[in-house]
């Protein structure tokens, strides 16, 4: 829909204005035919605005990579659920990009057809951190509260981070995992839930108690992507994959903290749909 359409012009605008307005309307209008690719990491870092450079040059990498036109592909960062939600909806994406959460989640509803992982498939840890010396297991946190820094789903928790050794245990939702482990270490909470890379970085932090993790998860994989249709730009993308993080792709995937795109491990996220579900 042109400027024009949408926003009236006065008859005294003269015409070069007017035209000048109306070719800046064309261009800020999405590519008539382009197929959506939407990231999605419930929790993840940043914002659909700070990303959004990113994302773009991504874009252009994974077209000119895939032997795909120019401007074939547009898509945005989310990092709630619901707004993730919300774009499916009104784009209909044919290439997601999900956390596991929110992939097995959506795996049915979406008709998600796994084809890479970001990083390995087990990349990715759950652990839960106390201050040393308070707890030695989950089962002595049990009727406490937990600072939760996965996403905000009951059966992710319960059933694919903790499994059965989370139960009896409540939780409460944050979105900054350092912040999380100050107040454990402060006293301000007893324990957190957060992934391996805050781990990795809380020896850092200056603290009147020390922090030990208390459980591991198993090794999970972290961001997935998955085809939601099928046709030449997906096939294109497919075979494009190995390329995707090398040249001006680096820096989408630098911040996940990855160095490729792996094939899809497609019966390790079968087991863990089961589980996610509760059927198994």
């Not at 005294?12 to 999405?30: F, K, N, Q, V």
């Not at 040393?132 to 989950?138: I, K, V």
């Not at 040249?247 to 094939?263: E, H, I, M, S, Y």
């Amino acid at each position: 829909m042109s400027l024009r359409s949408r926003l009236p012009l006065p008859m005294s605008i003269s015409r070069p204005l007017s035209t000048a307005l109306l070719l800046l309307g064309l261009a800020l209008a999405p590519q008539a035919g382009a197929e959506a690719l939407v990231i999605c990491h419930d929790g993840g870092p940043g914002s659909t605005r700070q990303a959004a450079k990113a994302v773009e040059t991504f874009l252009r990498h994974t077209e000119s990579t895939a032997g795909l036109a120019d401007n074939t592909l547009t898509g945005e960062y989310h990092t709630k659920r619901a707004a993730c939600e919300a774009y499916v909806g009104a784009s209909s994406p044919v290439l997601v990009v999900l956390d596991l959460a929110t992939h097995l989640n959506k795996a049915s509803a979406w008709g998600l057809t796994p084809i890479a992982h970001l990083g390995k498939a087990d990349a990715v840890r759950w652990h839960v951190v106390v201050r040393e010396g308070s707890y030695a297991d989950l089962a002595g946190l049990a009727g406490k509260t937990v600072l939760s820094t996965t996403p905000d789903d009951d059966a992710f928790i319960q059933n694919i981070a903790l499994g059965a050794a989370g139960a009896g245990l409540t939780f409460k939702r944050t979105r900054r995992a350092l912040k999380a482990l100050r107040n454990v270490g402060r006293g301000k909470a007893e324990a957190a839930l957060v992934d391996h890379d805050a781990v990795a970085h809380m020896g850092e932090l200056d603290l009147p108690h020390k922090l030990v993790s208390i459980f591991s998860s198993e090794g999970l994989p972290g961001l997935t992507m998955s085809a939601r249709a099928s046709g030449d730009t997906v096939n294109r993308v497919k075979k494009a994959l190995p390329k995707l993080c090398d040249g001006d792709g680096q820096k989408l995937c630098k911040t996940f903290k990855v160095k490729r795109f792996q094939p899809a491990d497609t019966k390790r996220l079968s087991a863990l749909s089961k589980r996610y579900s509760g059927a198994n």
